[in-house]
């Protein structure tokens, strides 16, 4: 909606409703909205109000300021809307009343004596609003004192507060009088700010110790689609979490709202277990990456070389009318977008009778080649019954450019057997494998019809084979991958799913969804609020597929944790009571231009694991925590083997002071492999600290044995040395004495290096050698120093 539209609206209702008023006293819960209203640190918080393409403006520190230091001087507006602005949103409420105040002063000579200016709100596309308007005396302080109320259908997810001159089409033809410089300062917006939002803190322990389903036990992740780079499996998820608010009384959220999610949750691990957290990818939404897209669900990841440069692509559904992809420089962003329109749309060749043009999942071949595969919803009704039930014909594949964010040719039909959504292909020696959700019948699907024999029941994984990955006739259909969750995870856990299959290191993996960690907070009764599971895949000589068992148990973890190394805190193999937040910077672990997430909520009683941790007969000598503390006496406790198992080492956070700091602490038996477990500790009621990332330091020193002293023979003194080999594998060792040295190659386990070292002395006295062993220990090479000291000797005695 253009300015000349929104001003007659807004200003008629704001007058006759009487909302302009004189200030009425702020009530005790009440506070100031806006940050640095004086100016006084700059342009701090303010901008140049940017809601139509040709607002532009000028700011500017002025020491001409009305009390304090400074004021913000507004110069070169192109419209009349072009002035300083601040982003409120998140900090007003419908139905709430508040109070403005505001300095404002204009002094071109060539403008006219008066002049009204206006406070307004831009609410989101074309809503605006003027809130409190002053009419100044040019070259004099004037006042903006008001009350306005936001009325209670407003939607306030987008309040941007502004200051402005009346609007007018064509302002440049009079600059004198509609566009002049002004100054502002110290700016106020007081009222009661929103109440803070339910706490999403899951505080049960939603992944149980021993167990590896679900992958994390601290957020949602739905329709995970599994990627593997690098020697890492990276998951990508539709984020469920985003509209997860349980009640604080009960601990129960509303069911889930699928309109509301406009991000993608990403986590990955290297051993299947221990999971890290890189939080969410902002893909859709204003702010988004593609911020013309207004959802992100079921995402799919492919890479490819473009042009020389290695590119990774995520593909996602924009609801169920479209489907997108943005690009990124590594498996974790940045990411933006190469394209201004959705990807997959009714423009779509071969799509145009595919109710849901959703559930993207790319394939790269062998040869280069990609592939899009995507689709579901109600069959047409121009299908006889029986065929709409067990022959809905709407999912499709289609060919990607090679740039991998364009389609070509048409889309062709994916016959798959009572399909619904979810289609997924991956390749194995040769053959082409499609995977996809079962619908559950009902009048979209030809209402009450008898499926074929063999054919999926409701809500089942079901899957094809075929020699082409544009070709699926119903003939390929090879039967049932997975039955439906809920006959594994039983009450509670039923309802569609949405599946992918990738390969790693000589395994494949299934990965799916179930409500199990929602069944875990609540009971028997869920509300939508999935989680990311992981089984492994197993083939018959034929080349078809076992049938999957979901179980807690999941998959074997492929390698144990190595902990010499800096690692993010929120790499969790089991968490209790603890969430996630992204801070800014980047990862220690995972480099400057990946996201930085720190563990945060912590309070006393809660805990985070790593399974499997591999300390080396060595063991570990150090623990260091990157932590921020926030309450005095806080402490964290490294335990072995259980939440309650001997305590390793105690990390004492230290005073607060809001910084982050390292923290070390020795540790006591922390060798051979280990689960391990970090405890927190600390004053009830308090956040304790949060954590950014953990470091152990190895014992580094290999196990020698070191005997010296001085002896004589034919009146003459001489120093023995001698360094037995307690390592488990050859040892190079080398003694030195101020008599010489020797060295000694691959000295067995158990074996000595002897020598005697002749002082050409009738005495000696006591003094130190020095012994160097070199070693591989834990799989590293190292050098241990030993320096001992001899006995003396007086041998002409």
């Not at 007659?8 to 007058?15: K, Q, R, S, T, Y």
């Not at 605006?128 to 903006?144: C, D, E, M, P, R």
């Not at 740039?403 to 292909?425: K, L």
């Not at 039923?494 to 990965?511: D, I, P, W």
Request: charged share 15%; hydrophobic share 35%.
């Amino acid at each position: 909606m253009v300015h000349r539209f929104r001003r007659a609206a807004a200003v008629g209702a704001l007058l006759a409703a009487g909302l302009v008023a004189a200030a009425s006293p702020a009530r005790a819960a009440d506070e100031n909205l806006i940050v640095n209203g004086g100016f006084e640190n700059g342009l701090t918080s303010w901008f140049v109000n940017n809601g139509n393409a040709t607002d532009t403006a000028t700011l500017s520190s002025t020491s001409d300021a009305y009390s304090g230091a400074s004021a913000v001087l507004v110069t070169s507006r192109t419209t009349t809307g072009s002035g300083p602005m601040q982003d409120l949103s998140g900090k007003v409420q419908a139905g709430q009343t508040y109070t403005l105040n505001a300095r404002i002063k204009y002094e071109n000579p060539n403008s006219p004596a008066t002049k009204q200016f206006f406070a307004t709100m831009h609410y989101g596309g074309g809503t605006y609003t003027n809130l409190v308007s002053v009419t100044a005396t040019k070259g004099q302080w004037a006042q903006f004192a008001g009350t306005f109320t936001i009325p209670s259908s407003q939607n306030v997810s987008t309040a941007r507060l502004f200051f402005e001159t009346p609007w007018t089409s064509t302002p440049s033809s009079a600059p004198d009088t509609h566009l002049m410089d002004f100054k502002l300062d110290d700016v106020s917006v007081v009222g009661a700010p929103p109440p803070p939002a339910p706490s999403k803190t899951i505080e049960v322990v939603g992944k149980l110790p021993g167990e590896h389903n679900p992958l994390i036990g601290h957020k949602f992740g739905a329709d995970g689609f599994g990627f593997v780079h690098n020697g890492r499996v990276y998951m990508y998820m539709t984020n469920d979490t985003q509209g997860y608010a349980p009640d604080p009384v009960t601990g129960v959220s509303a069911a889930i709202n699928y309109g509301s999610i406009n991000q993608i949750t990403l986590i990955s691990s290297d051993d299947l277990v221990n999971w890290t957290d890189h939080g969410e990818i902002q893909v859709a939404g204003p702010t988004g990456a593609a911020p013309f897209t207004s959802n992100s669900w079921a995402p799919g990841m492919a890479r490819k070389v473009v042009n020389g440069q290695e590119k990774f692509f995520l593909y996602y559904a924009n609801g169920g009318g479209s489907s997108n992809v943005v690009t990124g420089a590594s498996p974790l962003g940045p990411w933006t977008s190469e394209r201004t329109t959705t990807l997959i749309n009714g423009s779509t060749p071969g799509a145009e009778a595919v109710a849901w043009k959703f559930d993207p999942a790319p394939l790269v071949d062998d040869d280069g080649q990609a592939y899009l595969y995507f689709g579901g919803g109600p069959a047409a009704t121009s299908m006889p019954a029986a065929e709409r039930f067990n022959n809905p014909k709407n999912i499709r594949a289609i060919e990607l450019g090679d740039d991998m964010v364009s389609t070509q040719g048409s889309a062709v039909v994916v016959d798959a057997p009572v399909a619904f959504e979810a289609g997924h292909v991956f390749k194995r020696q040769g053959k082409y494998y499609l995977s996809y959700s079962s619908h559950f019948g009902g009048s979209d699907f030809g209402g009450n019809q008898t499926p074929l024999p063999g054919y999926p029941g409701g809500g089942q994984i079901g899957y094809m084979m075929s020699d082409s990955p544009m070709s699926w006739p119903k003939e390929t259909y090879a039967g049932v991958l997975f039955p439906n969750q809920s006959q594994f995870f039983g009450a509670g856990t039923g309802g569609n799913n949405h599946q992918s299959v990738f390969e790693f290191e000589g395994k494949y993996y299934f990965t799916y969804h179930a409500p199990t960690l929602n069944k875990r907070i609540n009971g028997n009764t869920t509300q939508g609020y999935r989680s990311p599971h992981i089984q492994e895949m197993t083939f018959n000589p034929d080349g078809t597929i076992r049938q999957v068992v979901g179980t807690y148990a999941g998959v074997d973890q492929v390698r144990n944790f190595n902990p010499y190394r800096v690692f993010e805190a929120e790499t969790l193999g089991w968490s209790k009571g603890i969430a996630t937040a992204k801070i800014d910077g980047g990862s220690a672990q995972f480099g400057a231009s990946a996201p930085n997430l720190v563990v945060r909520d912590v309070d006393n009683g809660d805990w985070t694991a790593l399974s499997a941790v591999d300390f080396g007969t060595g063991g570990a000598k150090t623990v260091t925590a990157k932590v921020r503390t926030l309450a005095a006496g806080a402490r964290i406790q490294v335990r072995l083997d259980s939440v309650a198992g001997p305590v390793a080492g105690t990390i004492q956070a230290g005073t607060p002071s809001g910084e982050w700091a390292e923290v070390t602490a020795a540790l006591d038996g922390a060798t051979g492999v280990h689960d391990v477990y970090f405890t927190y500790e600390g004053p009830a009621g308090q956040d304790l600290f949060e954590l950014d990332s953990w470091k152990f330091d190895r014992r580094a020193d290999l196990p020698v044995t070191v005997n010296a002293q001085a002896r004589c023979t034919s009146g003459k003194a001489y120093v023995a040395v001698q360094a037995r080999n307690d390592h488990n594998a050859p040892v190079d060792i080398t003694l030195e004495t101020p008599y010489g040295t020797r060295s000694f190659a691959g000295v067995a386990p158990g074996a000595n290096a002897y020598q005697s070292f002749a002082t050409r002395s009738t005495s000696v006295a006591a003094g130190p050698v020095t012994i160097r062993a070199k070693g591989t220990l834990d799989g590293n090479d190292v050098t241990t120093v030993i320096t001992a000291e001899h006995t003396g000797a007086n041998c002409a005695a």
